[in-house]
């Protein structure tokens, strides 16, 4: 069966500080891979998709970006943090087609 | 429903009622249609889907309900427990496109 992982968990790090959250996804080849971001009792925001290795589309312009060096791995990272960044950073991978998402646990980033 | 700030619609029901859950949805080319249920601290979980040639679908306790002509999408849960106590997203998704847009979300609050 397939399985997704992200981590960390919980991540504290400073104003300007950089960022790497990665994301792996095992049991399935090609996946399409997403990073999202959510705000305390807010929905869902996209923030970059990949449908293959070294692809990646951005939705929001901001000082975040996304890497996919491997097939079944995601990275979402920034050179310099802002306050604005905190959230919950989910990562989720999808066969394709008119097929469900699945997510990681997510990973709750706080910015001092 | 519409979320307000930070403040998510909430349905409140009693253990063992049944719980509608509604969704508009704003795309008229959007095919394929999602349910998750989101825990505190966790990511969206994979519910039940329905593509648009079908009105109805059923899963174990749960039914989803689609109505193209108003395009309004709905999540029934039967006898509803107090582990079902979350957030209730819905999604939507074209055919051909790799972009899945989720509502505000709905909390459930299941009372004893």
């Known amino acids: 069966s397939q399985t997704i992982h992200q981590w960390p968990a919980t991540l504290v790090q400073p104003v300007g500080s950089p960022l790497s959250l990665e994301c792996t996804v095992e049991g399935t080849s090609n996946p399409n891979l997403y990073w999202y971001r959510q705000a305390a009792g807010r929905g869902l925001q996209l923030l970059f998709y990949s449908v293959g290795i070294g692809q990646i589309s951005s939705e929001v312009p901001q000082n975040l970006s996304a890497s996919r060096p491997q097939d079944r791995q995601f990275i979402l990272s920034s050179k310099k943090l802002l306050l604005s960044d905190s959230g919950f950073y989910l990562c989720?991978?999808?066969?394709?087609?008119?097929?469900?998402?699945?997510f990681g646990d997510g990973t709750r980033l706080s910015i001092l | 429903g519409e979320s307000v700030g930070l403040h998510l619609p909430t349905l409140s029901v009693q253990e063992g009622d049944n719980s509608i859950i509604n969704c508009a949805y704003s795309n008229s080319a959007s095919d394929y249609f999602i349910w998750y249920k989101q825990e505190s601290g966790k990511g969206p979980q994979f519910i039940i889907d329905?593509?648009?040639?079908?009105d109805k679908r059923q899963g174990q306790r749960v039914t989803v309900l689609l109505n193209k002509t108003v395009k309004h999408l709905s999540l029934q849960i039967a006898a509803t427990q107090p582990g079902d106590s979350a957030v209730y997203f819905c999604a939507e998704k074209t055919s051909g496109t790799y972009k899945y847009i989720f509502g505000t979300g709905t909390r459930l609050k299941v009372l004893a």
């Open positions: 989720a991978w999808s066969e394709g087609g008119d097929q469900p998402q699945h």
């Open positions: 329905i593509r648009s040639n079908m």
